[in-house]
């Protein structure tokens, strides 16, 4: 599976910003999908997670109730809607997937990754 991630910007604090990823091959709708975030000097973080069929989501409480991820089986993209955007959330974002429906929370856990797009939130 290959990934393309898309869709990052400049946007103030409050605002919104909705990435993509792109995945090619035909069995995009057997991987379990995640975005995950790196801050400059920091650690990569996970954000949430989509299981195969769309059905269930899973986030880090420090994006509860501002972010959510959708996906479409039948185009093979996966989406991260990001609303309420805060200075804090400034990051390059990267999706990942994984083979089958178990979550996966940690970078070490992904088969594949996207290249990253940039997110910065001005204050």
């Known amino acids: 599976v290959q990934l393309q991630a898309s869709g990052g910007g400049l946007v103030q604090t409050g605002g919104s910003l909705r990435l993509s990823c792109a995945a090619s091959g035909r069995t995009f709708g057997s991987y379990t999908m995640a975005w995950f975030r790196q801050a400059p000097g920091k650690e990569r973080d996970f954000v949430g997670s989509i299981n195969p069929s769309g059905g269930s989501m899973i986030y880090a409480d420090s994006v509860k109730g501002r972010f959510a991820i959708s996906r479409d089986n039948a185009k093979n993209t996966v989406n991260l809607q990001m609303d309420s955007l805060k200075p804090e959330d400034t990051a390059v974002y990267f999706c990942?997937?994984?083979?089958?429906?178990?979550?996966?929370?940690?970078?070490?856990?992904?088969?594949?990754w996207g290249q990253g797009t940039l997110v910065t939130v001005s204050s």
């Open positions: 990942a997937a994984r083979r089958g429906s178990l979550w996966f929370t940690r970078p070490r856990e992904s088969e594949y």
